[in-house]
């Protein structure tokens, strides 16, 4: 038991109840609800660890839900959905989950991708830390905004380390430029959705070793960005 606290959202008592079961013989401390209502209730109370959430949901429904937490904090969701279409998967990450299962699955299966994203995420425990990301060649550090690609400082300013630190935590996750923008640059300000392409390219420069075929930083047509460790 290391304290780690899981939200499970799910209105199917029968899924519910067997990946509570699951998380809790895991060692994490479980919370259940099923509805989006006693959700939004439950993540107002205290932020989780991690969230694994149902998509569709009585009252509130599962998008509603990852909103509410993408604007509260960094905590990652893992999807249930009972649809297997790429589109809705891509759809889920875009919206910012972290992961996501397709029904039916296995609690064990389930059980595995939490640990990933509790990991990847580092450690659960008191939920992301500031520790540094290390990729082949390229180290990321939070604390110190320090960049070094191919063991050669990175000169970066504040957005393009932002929006490098967002990609690089998220690996593999696909990002729109809407998305990044908004996690990025914030609501508050009218940008350009250029301006994610122009720092995209200008972070692609000073971190690629050939811009042209970057490594890291990769174009998924039609849709948007994301990093690849
Ligand atoms: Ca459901």
Not at 125 to 137: C, D, I
């Amino acid at each position: 038991m290391d304290g780690t606290t899981i939200l499970v959202v799910e209105d199917e008592p029968s899924i519910g109840e067997v990946v509570t079961l699951y998380l809790k013989r895991a060692g994490y401390q479980v919370t259940a609800v099923r509805d989006g209502e006693a959700a939004l209730a439950a993540l107002a109370r205290r932020l989780p660890d991690l969230v694994v959430l149902d998509l569709m949901l009585p009252k509130v429904d599962g998008h509603e839900i990852t909103r509410w937490v993408r604007q509260h904090g960094d905590t990652p969701i893992i999807m249930l959905t009972a649809r297997r279409d790429e589109a809705d998967r891509i759809a889920g990450l875009e919206m910012g989950a972290d992961d996501y299962v397709v029904k039916p699955f296995s609690p064990q299966e389930l059980v595995s991708r939490v640990r990933a994203v509790l990991r990847r995420t580092r450690g659960g425990v008191g939920g992301r830390g500031e520790s540094p990301l290390v990729y082949a060649n390229l180290h990321i550090d939070p604390g110190t905004r320090l960049v070094v690609a191919a063991g050669k400082e990175c000169d970066l300013t504040a957005k393009e380390f932002d929006l490098l630190y967002l990609l690089a935590r998220h690996p593999r996750q696909v990002f729109t430029r809407d998305q990044l923008l908004d996690r990025v640059w914030g609501l508050t300000e009218y940008i350009d959705p250029s301006t994610v392409t122009v720092h995209i390219r200008r972070l692609r420069e000073k971190i690629e070793p050939d811009p042209a075929n970057p490594l890291h930083i990769l174009t998924v047509w039609g849709v948007g960005y994301r990093f690849e460790p």
